[in-house]
């Protein structure tokens, strides 16, 4: 009988509706459970594409022992740490504090009042590794509970008071400048791998935003070896079997230091980041391969993560079944043979294949199988036969089964995709793509976003089949979604985007921001956990703190506004503080913060919209490298004519009839220009 996780929008709970576990979904209702029970809470925290979550789940969950105990003894808590990142940050911060690491699945043990005394990640159905089984560590528990409780009611209040403790009072630094961005390259250079590109050892994550704040340094310091670290990383991520030499995207992160076996799950916000990456080095570069592997991801995200409603999936599970024994496994889906290449493409085209690709009998993964790479050594051939054998290998590749797909739509990891597909869309002159752009921002405004009468105004965090989840928008969903509508309104010349970015941020200001400046990840009316959540550190995608930092920027920079201005350069204290001691987590802040340096630039194009030469000046805008520029387009505003819907487009006019551009910077203006290679110039563009 399907438990109380059956009426669930979440698939990673729904995956869990069938256990014999009686799980509860987080709720008053379940402490009040354990309160009337006199029971603890066994808190399980998880997500649809983690590969050890379902290895414990079948270990564990579908134990019929193993549920038989937790149900007898504990409320049971199962938590989707993408729909509750408040929940899962408040916790997760309590296990590293504890044990110094933390992950997922994340096992936790609560008191009826929320209170955390024992904590774990993934634990074994028998004692290996030195780690005790998972019957082992119920007892232990239980034992203390009932054995022990004044010494567990103890821990757990000490453990909320320590957290407590940890209060953040970066509001008060000062905003970062040239000499911190220095200091932060200057440790960057000292972690980067100069052999295989990246920065530390296994396991390796792609440092999308770091290179971002790299590509930007450049742009604004002429730093060759900032571009060079940039470059060569994604040179070495592209070729190796952490992106998808077939069906493009990237996975989540390599196991080893030589980018060569991925942890196989795709997210929604590593390839949203990266393909706006490549995009941004093919900007500053002109380079063949970042265009290749931005439109491959691009292209990849549409084909396989846009739902049907037009917003995009969250992700692809790294499991899948293996059709020769019908186990789910790593990598089934995307690993290959000598043998496998040669039935599909017969014996020529299977040798030059497995040369091509890197596919050898030993094999660099299990069982003798590979991951496709694009080796440095690999064999000179004929493109456009290469291009005929991916074809047909991707279409092989079809025949597989498939990994499972998470399809519930994240606020801000569609934020993320909204900006990097507008940009592509302009670049790359794929029209198509600004499309898919928009009908996820238009799915967000529809179901995402709740201004009802009588009640406070929300951005939902999820939705999934086109209805929204009742879990409310964290700072990361207005900031990621706040940018996403900026990216899109410089792209389409539309001002509602920037309309309903301004109605984001306004929240942001509102329901966000502490009197010191500093951000919290949840709004002051936010359900109270035990501890306030508030992190600003740029771990797999931009913190709320610091994508909220660099959507206000922007905004301000479209509007003059003071307050939002204001509000960026007080959040980006936090660069101030951690830039210089720990770049490789606080890349987005960096990034913004160069933005703040270089001004931002303000551009504003105004023609009539079928007029070429308008279209070649908003081109060569967009095209502009100058750190965070932000681009207005629009028709000419006289004088007399009042504010439209771009403030920078105010007052606009012709220059001698002819569609003009104006760049202004530090309250200075340049001057207007009708050639789109002098507004080049005025951006630091490098033309590709």
Known sequence: MPNRLANETSPYLLQHADNPVDWWPWSPEAFAEARERGVPVLLSVGYSSCHWCHVMAHESFEDEPAAAYMNEHFVNIKV????????????????????GQGGWPMT???????????????????PRHGMPSFMQVLEGVRAAWVGRPEEVAEVAQKIVRDLAGRQLDYGKAGTPGAEELAQALLGLTREYDAVRGGFGGAPKFPPSMVLEFLLRHHARTGSEGALQMAADTCEAMARGGIYDQLGGGFARYSVDREWVVPHFEKMLYDNALLCRVYAHLW???????????????????VRELRTAQGGFASALDADS????????????????????LREVLGEDDGALAAGYFGVTEEGTFEHGASVLQLPQDGPAVDAER??????????????????????????AWNGLAIAALAECGAYFERPDLVERATEAADLLVRVHFDAAAGRAPRLSRTSKDGHVGANAGVLEDYGDVAEGFLALAAVTGEGVWLEFAGFLLDLVLDRFTAEDGSLYDTAHDAEKLIRRPQDPTDTAAPSGWTAAAGALLSYAAHTGSEAHRTAAERALGVVQALGPRVPRFIGHGLSVAEALLDGPREVAVVGHPEDPARAALHRAALLGTAPGAVVAVGLPQPAEGGEGEFPLLAERTLVRDLPAAYVCRHFVCAR?????????EQLGAVRP
């Open 386 to 411: 290469i291009a005929g054998i991916r074809e047909r290998l991707l279409a092989a590749r079809a025949e597989r089964p498939a990994p499972g797909r998470d399809d519930k739509v994240v606020a």
């Open 108 to 126: 936790v043990f609560l008191t009826a009042d929320a209170e955390p005394f024992y904590f774990g990640t993934y634990f074994p159905p028998e």
């Open 283 to 301: 900007r500053a570069t002109g380079s063949e391969l970042a265009r290749r592997v931005a439109l491959e991801t691009a292209d990849f995200m």
């Open 672 to 680: 207007p220009t009708t050639d789109p290679v002098e507004l080049a």
């Open 80 to 99: 989707d740490r993408e729909e509750r990142p408040d929940v899962d940050a408040v916790y997760m911060e309590a296990v590293q504090a504890a044990t």
């Open 321 to 340: 079944e293996d059709p020769l024994t019908g186990e789910h496994v790593e990598g089934a889906y995307y690993a290959w043979t000598p043998a496998q």
